[in-house]
């Protein structure tokens, strides 16, 4: 099998030339044909001896076609090599417009899914999707919404800091589906139809010779005038009679396999897999199944894609007489059956296997062109350590990064703020950073320490008219799933960001502090953002609430921001003065 060229340099100097190549190829394939056609005619026409310049023709047009088909996929190749560039640019300057949402994964309901920005407009996902098949992004959003299970992580960890060092099989694994894959077929139905035993008989292999020689022989004898056609037209009948019983299953067949685009991006994925060796434990568990049987996953998949290309080619107005003639059918059911009873059910778990690698692929993709270093530590307490973190949706250039420590001692943070001063984006960044250290990456920052916990978030509460719920309802909704946890004895890292914001100040301050004073036994860590200084009060009545916030700075025209965080509450807010600088004008009341 000829590997393609994943080099990413002078790509359009390279494109150029595979265009010359296909065209010249063209060309002569023009040629032979021609040459095959008149070859043809002397052959029935003029003599005996023409078959010989005949069968050379066939062979060179078909070498030809081989040739061109594969300049045209590498120019495939190249031009996908140049989009996962242009990809690649586009992330790390943060420009995710054209990248794909995977908006249909949105999940109000989902304890943290659109409070982080995981899908949809400038999302985690596409940051971070470098899939091509739908099973793959499904398994990647899936990932992505998973509840934390930080021990399974640190395992893909290893297995991910492994793929980001891999460069060439990572651009080449990204290139091969991009310029083949496509979603013709459903890969739970052909899983289904490798699975399914066909019946295969001794007497179809038996008719299938026979047909082969036989035909053969009756059609040169006919040729020679040593018989009449008339016998070869018998022969064709007792053929169709026995081809019958092939049909429908062949037919199937056809339905159920794969194009041959798909077939050829799993079989070069494939060999990709199979030419390397690997070290973290995820990654050789995973192949080990290639290997099997002393046989390439690669080769055996050659078998199908060879028997699918002449099961497509059935109704092709050149294979019709030929299968007609030489009951080709019959051998190639029976080489069908044969081949799924030998690796059919090995074959039906390499496409979910190669989704995957999909999944892996994006996240070493991920860790390589945007990813930071950052050390991971899991631990048994119940708590979480930061060290200058950032968020992964922000351009590097801007983003500022904060220091955070929470733990069972002061397990609650009341966080208070200026308007615009980076309390939802802190929040934001610590939420943003769990999911992707849960995903087996490495955080934004130095380090993060961590305990075994859920997260749970409520900032993104909106109203809905079809179901008649306001803002101020969906908000509560959230806040009696979070207690309803807590009560279930559940570890709980919670970002409640403006909490009750939907009522007046006096209900929203009390309503606040009792909810506060209830998480007293809960074993839960938990940020709550708040406008209401009023608040900041409680750590002085209570011992696990710390007061944290973050300020501005206001001057004549202009209100500046360090986003820092900083111990103690919030000293001023500048509602008034934005406002003002708004275009509002606030009016002295008269005495």
């Not at 026409?45 to 310049?53: E, Q, V």
């Not at 300057?93 to 949809?120: I, V, W």
């Not at 051998?331 to 044969?338: E, K």
Request: charged fraction near 25%; charge should be neutral; include cysteine.
């Amino acid at each position: 099998m000829r590997v393609f060229d994943f080099e990413n340099e002078r790509l359009a100097e390279k494109i150029a030339e595979v265009k010359v190549k296909t065209g010249q190829l063209s060309l002569f394939r023009l040629f032979v044909f021609v040459g095959l056609v008149c070859f043809l005619v002397l052959f029935f026409s003029d003599a005996f001896w023409w078959i010989f310049l005949l069968l050379a023709s066939v062979a060179g047009f078909v070498y030809l076609i081989q040739q061109y088909n594969f300049q045209k996929d590498q120019g495939l190749i190249y031009r996908s090599l140049i989009q996962i560039e242009e990809n690649k640019t586009a992330r790390q300057n943060r420009n995710l417009s054209n990248l794909d949402q995977g908006a249909e994964f949105k999940d109000k309901g989902h304890p943290f899914c659109d409070d982080l920005d995981l899908f949809g407009s400038h999302s985690l996902f596409q940051l971070l999707n470098h899939t091509q098949s739908q099973t793959a992004r499904v398994k990647l959003a899936e990932k992505l919404k998973s509840p934390m299970q930080l021990a399974d992580s640190e395992k893909l960890r290893e297995a991910v800091d492994e793929l980001s060092q891999k460069s060439e099989l990572l651009r080449a694994y990204e290139a091969v589906g991009m310029s083949f894959f496509d979603q013709s077929l459903s890969q739970n139905q052909w899983k289904s139809w490798l699975e399914t035993e066909e019946k295969g008989k001794l007497w179809m292999l038996v008719s299938g010779v026979i047909g082969m020689l036989g035909g053969a022989v009756l059609f040169f004898l006919s040729y020679a005038e040593v018989i009449p056609f008339g016998f070869l037209g018998l022969w064709v009948l007792v053929g169709v009679f026995l081809m019958a019983f092939v049909f429908q299953p062949l037919k199937t067949a056809a339905a159920k396999i794969p194009s041959k685009r798909t077939l050829k991006a799993f079989r070069h994925w494939l060999v990709l897999l199979e030419k390397e060796d690997f070290q973290a434990e995820y990654l050789q568990k995973s192949t080990e199944s290639l290997k099997a049987q002393g046989v390439l996953a690669s080769e055996k998949l050659k078998g199908l894609d060879r028997m699918g290309f002449w099961i497509e080619s059935r109704l092709n107005v050149l294979y019709i007489p030929i299968n007609l003639i030489l009951w080709t059918d019959l051998i190639l059911y029976y080489n069908l059956f044969r081949w799924k009873r030998k690796f059919g059910e090995q074959v039906a778990h390499y496409p979910a296997l190669l989704s995957d690698w999909e999944v892996w692929v994006s996240l070493g993709a991920f860790q390589q062109e945007v990813g930071r270093d950052g050390k991971v530590k899991l631990t048994e307490q119940l708590c979480f350590s930061g060290q200058e973190l950032s968020h992964p949706l922000l351009s590097p250039k801007k983003a500022i990064s904060n220091s955070f420590t929470i733990d069972r001692s002061a397990k609650l943070t009341l966080l208070t703020g200026a308007n615009m001063s980076g309390k939802t984006t802190f929040m934001r960044t610590l939420g943003t950073n769990l999911v992707l250290i849960n995903l087996g990456l490495r955080p934004f920052g130095e380090s993060v320490e961590l305990g075994q916990f859920q997260l749970y978030t409520s900032m993104r509460n909106s109203d809905n008219l079809g179901e008649s719920v306001s803002s101020f309802y969906a908000e509560l909704s959230r806040i009696k799933k979070l207690i309803d946890r807590l009560d279930s004895g559940e570890k709980l890292f919670f970002l409640l960001d403006e909490i009750l914001k939907g009522t007046n100040t006096e209900d929203r301050i009390s309503g606040s502090e009792a909810l506060i004073r209830q998480l007293q036994d809960s074993p839960s860590l938990g940020i709550i953002s708040t406008h209401d200084i009023e608040l900041s009060q409680l750590e002085n009545e209570i011992p696990y609430v710390k007061n944290y916030s973050f300020h501005s700075e206001i001057h004549d025209k202009t209100i500046d921001f360090d986003y820092k965080i900083k111990r103690g509450p919030c000293p001023s807010f500048n509602a008034h003065k934005l406002m003002e600088l708004m275009g509002i004008r606030f009016q002295e009341r008269e005495k």
